[in-house]
RNA sequence: GGGCGCGUGGCCUAGCCUGGAUAGGGCGCUGGCCUUCUAAGCCAGUAGUCGCGGGUUCGAAUCCCGUCGCGCCCGCCA
């Protein structure tokens, strides 16, 4: 798979070149060629009106005067004028026999990209350990872990992080509270079991100057590297942060490594940051805290000053964020970072100081939050979705719908998670992560339309198919029919959507592109008879290949290929 | 006050980086399609000053400036 080139990257490539060829000879032009591809015009498209302006001359005729001097290639079937436009149309029986072997011989690795020998750590999710997911941050764990896949399949070599604070004021409080308070909590899950325990915590600590007291030497204690007291901390958060991880599990994912916050302080690593960041010439003393001052560095009025340590000279949270960062950046040549839009100015603090320090800095995808409808989402104000709550909900109903449709299937309960699980993260990952979300149950659980029960559906439909009429290959496949055509195009673009989903780090593309590809699928099904029809062969060629691509395009999202639904 | 992000039919959203040929979809609503491969489907209809104003350009949803609205942030918290 080394260097390979994808049938559709190869058209564009003689297309670009055919048209360099024609400027340089007939018009003495050295340009970059732009391409366009509009849909259901042609296949690829270049506007003249650029060299109208060069030339001097009517850009209608030096489309028609290019068009003319383009002859036939290898996969240049066509070529027409059209208003300043010279279109190019593909060979599209080549184009259906190169695409149908390469996705028959390639298979679950077709729209892959060669392999890159490049590691990213991907971090994501990251949640303070003191209580279960709620909706508002699902946002994180999903575009993480589909960035993560998306990047695996594009050939980086990628690891997963989860930065587990056991330092912070969250899991303080909620030690405080396991050993301080008895509270009988009824939860088959300990992260909703102990999250009762924090919020006791949290209030008592507001109404109550000792336990505030308390909770803050627990606080300074971790950050002195007190080992026993860490350990304790750990054994409680740890159950936490399980419970998270069942929730993460249900929705297919998994994270490769957990790094602990408290490690750079006991490796003497924070402390080193803060020795070098002191010497920085933007470095300053207010009173004993030292902080570097960024106004230099585009960051002006209160927030300019970027505190590295407290004045009793412990860490705070950002500092070892740069120690953290200082460490993952040895182990990997690409570090990407999923974080909410509230760490946003904290994450240009890190950045600077790495930059400072010569070191390499992360990319950042910021995501912003899931709200309700009465507004943003607090556990304190009980103004609150649960991810688990929403994972049984889109479970329970997704069962409903199965049972309503196809009665008892010996399967049902995989299927309805799949279907249910596979809802929501469909819904989270076709938006955009800057843009605001605003949860409504009906639109998280729904079924219909661009959804994931949608594609998954129309793979069902082809595994249905295939299971009726065995497919063994066809020789020399060829289609006509305006669906067909469509299809096969759509399933030729799939390595082009990868590279480009890759290159803007924006997994939405690959949702969007497999909604229109089982969209083009169900054109094709409800205009093609497969079984029986005189062209069987040819169209299970189809069939198989589609299933094929929209399993690859799930497969990148995280979302469970039925079979059968 | 400052910084960052968002603003596309009643609701949600793609396209914006890299400007081009009628702004794609979905939900909803109206009507139609199951004696042939799964109707979680399909077809037809409905609905848009791409927040607003200026600028650049042969051409702007897309780039630039301004403006309004919403969100997030501006702690020796995390």
């Known amino acids: ?84 436009y010279v279109n190019f149309f593909i060979d599209i029986r080549k184009l259906t026999r190169e695409t149908i072997r390469l996705i028959e011989e390639m298979g679950d690795d077709y729209g892959k990209q060669s392999k890159k020998k490049v590691k990213v750590i991907v971090e994501h999710t990251s949640a303070n350990p003191n209580g279960p997911l709620h909706v508002g941050r699902a946002r994180n764990p999903i575009i993480g872990d589909t960035i993560a896949r998306l990047l695996k399949f594009g050939g980086y070599d990628v690891v997963t992080q989860y930065y587990v604070d056991d330092m912070g004021k969250q899991v303080a409080i909620l030690f405080w509270g396991v ?12 992260d909703h079991k102990y999250v009762v325990y924090y919020q006791e915590a949290a209030k008592l600590m507001e109404e109550n100057e000792k336990v505030r007291k308390e909770i803050e030497e627990i606080i300074k204690e971790c950050e002195r590297g007190n080992k026993k007291i860490l350990a304790e901390l750990k054994g409680i958060y740890t159950r936490v942060l399980n419970g998270i991880l069942q929730s993460l599990e249900m929705l297919n994912i998994r994270i490769d490594e957990f790094v602990e916050e408290s490690k750079f302080v006991l490796d003497g690593s924070v402390e080193r940051v803060i020795q070098e960041l002191q010497k920085l010439p933007y470095a300053g003393k207010e009173g004993k805290a030292i902080y570097l001052d960024l106004e230099e560095f ?36 690409k570090m990407i970072n999923v974080l909410g839009e509230d760490h946003k100015l904290e994450a240009k603090f890190v950045e600077i100081a790495l930059k400072l320090l010569n070191k390499k800095t992360p990319e950042v995808i910021f995501y912003s939050f899931v709200s309700l ?13 649960y991810l688990d709550d929403l994972i049984e909900e889109a479970i329970e109903r997704a069962k409903r719908e199965v ?38 149950w009906e639109e998280a659980l729904n079924f219909e339309g661009q959804s994931a029960p949608f594609i998954q559906y129309a793979h069902a439909r082809c595994c249905s198919i295939l299971r009726k009429v065995r497919y063994e290959g066809c020789e020399q496949p060829e289609y006509e029919h305006e669906s067909e055509i469509a299809l096969i195009k759509m399933l030729a673009t799939f390595p082009e959507i990868v590279k ?26 409800r205009d093609c008879r497969v079984i029986g029809s005189e062209k069987e062969k040819e169209r299970l060629a189809l069939v198989n290949a589609t299933r094929q691509v929209i399993c690859n395009c799930l497969t990148i999202l995280g979302i469970e290929a039925l079979e059968e639904m």
């Open 1 to 84: 798979m080394e260097s390979m080139k994808y049938p559709y990257e190869k058209f564009e490539e003689e297309v670009k070149e055919a048209i360099k060829e024609v400027l340089r000879v007939a018009y003495d032009i050295e340009e970059e060629i732009k391409l366009e591809k509009p849909k259901g015009i042609a296949d690829l498209a270049f506007p003249c009106f650029p060299l109208s302006k060069i030339l001097k001359r009517n850009p209608v005729e030096i489309a028609e005067e290019i068009a003319r001097k383009i002859r036939k290639g290898e996969w240049i079937e066509k070529v027409e004028a059209v208003k300043g």
């Open 179 to 190: 050993k301080n308070l008895k509270i009988d909590v009824k939860h088959d899950k300990d």
């Open 403 to 440: 049972i309503k449709r196809r009665g008892e299937l010996p399967n049902i309960d995989y299927i309805a998670r799949s279907v249910g699980t596979g809802a929501i993260r469909y819904n989270i990952i076709k938006v955009r992560p800057e843009k605001p979300i605003v949860f409504k």
């Open 373 to 385: 409808p009465e507004g943003r989402m607090s556990t304190r104000k009980g103004r609150v979705v």
């Open 500 to 525: 480009e989903s890759i290159k803007a780090r924006n997994p939405s593309a690959i949702a969007e592109y497999v909604y229109e590809l089982a969209s083009a699928f169900n054109a094709f099904y």
């Open 298 to 333: 585009g960051i002006h009025g209160r927030d300019k000053k970027f505190y590295i340590t407290r004045s009793d000279g412990t860490s705070l949270y950002a500092t070892r964020d740069v120690a953290y960062h200082i460490w993952k950046g040895e182990r990997a040549d």
